[in-house]
């Protein structure tokens, strides 16, 4: 029986009584390891089996309470269940208004297009007066608000869909030069799922022809495949590099002057800051090695092949997911247009290969089937990685995207198929906010670290337990998933939970329809043929594609008057009067170099630079008591990546416990030792399952990277997440060893 995740198609076999998944593989040859962890997380011991009820909740009644995270469970009946959240919400509702529900319930639970948990859970929401939200991803938060204001609002979305291919790259493109690389098991990943994995076969097949050049503090941030050239470059250092690029470029004669003076505004700018003269600070190959550790030569080198070939500058998400972590994608975009190669077939600027599975796969699909949210009437939104200062300041207001944004007082949230102790940073201060609230009810299908700070858990399905659609962007099938086993325990689909709930609160969230209904009706509101019937028999229906050759730049370059930018001057923006007028003393209107605060450079204690990377093994945190997961354990812990002469230095070798500071927490980590990360700089993955269960020792006992990540916003401009990279010290730990409880149920109680 087939099935889908984000990170592809995959098949279940099951057992014969029907109950329980026993098996699961794929075929696509290039699948995700991530299916290993489909076994063992659907039936493990970790699943939430009946609503339950936090006892402190129960017995005292909503309001702030510091104990979020400990303590015990109450298990309830549906009916019970259902009617306190009613009640709640109602409360909350009447006496402080819509905007008290925080709603914005970041994830990745769920790659269906009905069973999509944030459209479900922001439907029932507006069916009931709406709520506070949250804008942009953590994915790329500082690129979604930059990018309008160089290339319009339409160019970012053309930039993100339609970029130069990879099939372009393999017949055009003689030179890729990547600044973080080109991770293959980030290509397994697409918002929905795909079919087939076809994102690293193309990289493949453009590797064969292109030379890649991975610019990067890890050597295996480009994928073996690809036989990248590796040039290091510290973290947070790119920016630097890519100036002194410009600058070689502006001094030895080989900036495309013509392209400046026809298709951007700005160049003059640029060129005084590149060669010092409006800040004394001449950005020379010599000048950026000093910050990068990159030799000068290697940089003056390499702006010189740039400028002799077809060049193709790939900036991946990750660089500006950092302290002002729009300067790389503003100075990345900068550097192709010296090149003068934008809009040319295979040359320009790309942001993004390497960074998911659909980017740059050369094609564009019809309309998806897609769950109506219907209207928020609530105004009030935030930048969604400022959800702790939501949280503990209220009335407050931040600078956001030359505005301001005011954060109302939030009283309860609701959060479905996400895990805010994964992808946000500095979870004390996240559990701090958590306190501030009077409810936190939470979906969820198994006792994750978010499960376990709520008020109300409400067990939902899995995907394997219910019938949906699935497909991706550009994806070659929509595909029929129906349920494989019945749901665990006490478990409901969350149209079922959110149907009741509405019922209760005089709503109408189902239209009178139930799940099976929707699902033929979005199907059928999406395609014509095959009926719905034949499409759930036959298991989906094959998708035209059609490759598009125009990508975001072609009509621009061959025509700029008729084809303008949606930027105030209709052309690239490299220096940016808009963003200048908004005065603001981290964002100038071009690019720019400030030393960061978390950078190798800044000297101390905390004296090597932690990259906090994606996982290949899970997606997130999802499923990380599942067997592939657990198999990148080291010591039972996730790992930390330290290069050899770090580790020497320090005492520790392969398998040992180190003990990882920052001045946010703590945690214990596996040792492994690798010669593919620069000296001085370490890597942990993120995702992990946040365990506080022995505070004595550390702040997280399995290796949860956001207790040591700064809480802190990308710029004013655009308050992304900045959790990509932190000053960590790493010691020794020989103290006793905790055991990891991360995966085991709270204390539960029956009602």
């Not at 890649?212 to 590796?230: I, K, T």
């Not at 109408?508 to 028999?537: H, N, T």
Request: hydrophobic share 40%; with cysteine; glycine share 10%.
């Amino acid at each position: 029986m087939e099935t889908s995740a984000h990170w592809g198609t995959y098949l279940v076999e099951v057992s014969a009584d029907g109950r329980d998944i026993v098996a699961a593989r794929s075929p696509d040859p290039d699948a995700a390891p991530a299916i290993g962890n489909v076994v063992a997380g659907n039936r493990h011991r970790s699943r939430v089996a009946r609503p339950s009820i936090r006892r402190g909740w129960l017995e005292r009644g909503p309001g702030p309470d510091s104990s979020r995270g400990t303590g015990e469970y109450v298990e309830v009946p549906w009916d019970t269940a259902l009617d306190l959240v009613a009640r709640e919400l109602q409360r909350v509702r009447s006496g402080f208004g819509n905007q008290a529900i925080f709603g914005g319930s970041y994830g990745w639970g769920s790659a269906g297009r009905l069973h999509h948990a944030q459209s479900q859970l922001h439907r029932f929401l507006n069916s009931i007066g709406g709520y506070t939200r949250s804008v942009n991803d953590y994915s790329r938060g500082a690129s979604m608000v930059l990018l309008p204001h160089l290339i319009g609002a339409q160019g970012a979305l053309d930039l993100r869909y339609k970029p130069v291919s990879w099939a372009d790259a393999a017949e055009h493109t003689d030179l890729l030069v990547s600044f973080g690389g080109v991770r293959r098991s980030n290509m397994w990943v697409v918002p929905g799922g795909h079919a087939r994995h076809v994102g690293s076969g193309l990289a493949r097949a453009a590797g064969r022809t292109t030379r890649v050049v991975n610019l990067s503090a890890q050597r295996d941030d480009a994928f073996a495949d690809l036989d990248a050239e590796w040039i290091g470059v510290m973290p947070a250092t790119d920016t630097a590099v890519m100036l002194a690029l410009i600058h070689v470029l502006v001094v030895d004669g080989l900036a495309d002057d013509e392209f400046l003076a026809r298709y951007t505004v700005g160049a003059d700018e640029v060129r005084r800051y590149v060669l010092g003269s409006s800040d004394g600070i001449p950005k020379t190959p010599e000048w950026a090695s000093a910050i990068s550790r990159t030799p000068a030569e290697v940089i003056r080198e390499l702006a010189h092949r740039m400028a002799a070939r077809r060049t193709l500058v790939n900036v991946v998400y990750s660089l500006q997911r950092g302290e002002r972590g729009e300067q790389p994608v503003f100075a990345g975009l900068t550097l192709a247009a010296f090149l003068g190669q934008i809009g040319l077939p295979g040359g320009g600027f790309v942001h993004g290969f390497g960074s998911m599975g659909d980017y740059g796969v050369g094609v564009t699909g019809p309309r998806l089937p897609t769950f109506p949210q219907g209207h928020n009437p609530v105004p009030d939104f935030i930048p969604c990685a400022r959800i702790s200062d939501l949280l503990l300041n209220p009335g407050a207001e931040i600078p956001y995207n030359g505005g301001t944004v005011r954060f109302p007082e939030i009283k309860l949230a609701y959060w479905a198929g996400g895990n805010p102790f994964h992808h946000h940073q500095d979870l004390r201060r996240l559990r701090d906010g958590l306190s501030t609230l009077d409810t936190f009810i939470v979906n969820e299908t198994h006792w994750t670290p978010t499960a376990r700070h709520a008020d109300v858990v409400l067990p939902a399905a899995t995907t394997v337990e219910r019938d949906d659609i699935a497909a991706g962007a550009g994806d070659s099938r929509l595909r029929a998933v129906p349920r494989a086993v019945p749901p665990r325990g006490e478990a409901r689909e969350e149209f079922w939970i959110y149907s009741r709930l509405a019922e209760r609160m005089g709503a109408d969230f189902a239209e009178g329809l139930d799940s099976w209904q929707w699902l033929r009706r979005i199907y059928e509101e999406a395609r014509s043929e095959p009926s719905f019937e034949d499409f759930w028999r036959d298991g989906g229906v094959d998708l035209p594609q059609e490759p598009y050759r125009d990508t975001v730049f072609t009509d621009f370059r061959a025509d700029p008057v008729a084809f303008p930018l949606r930027t105030p001057s209709g052309r690239i923006e490299l220096f940016s009067a808009t963003l200048a007028s908004f005065g603001l003393a981290d964002v100038a209107g071009h690019a720019q170099w400030r030393e960061p605060t978390q950078w190798w450079g800044a000297g101390g204690e905390f004296d090597l630079h932690l990259l906090c990377t994606q996982p290949s093994h899970r997606l997130h945190s999802q499923l990380d008591m599942g067997t592939a997961s657990q198999s990148t354990k080291i010591a039972g812990r996730e790992p930390l990546r330290l290069h050899p002469v770090d580790a020497a230095a320090r005492g520790l070798a392969d398998g040992d416990l180190a003990l990882v500071r920052s001045p946010q927490g703590t945690l214990l980590a596996g040792v492994l030792t690798s010669t593919d990360v620069l000296p001085g700089v370490a890597r942990m993955h993120t995702g992990a399952w946040y365990d506080p269960s022995a505070p004595h020792i550390a702040d997280c006992v399995n290796g949860n990277v956001n207790v040591l990540t700064r809480d802190a916003p990308t710029s004013t401009l655009t308050q992304a997440t900045s959790g990509a990279h932190v000053l960590v010290s790493v010691t020794h730990y020989d103290g006793p060893v905790p055991p990891v409880r991360a995966y085991d149920p709270p204390p539960l109680s029956e009602s």
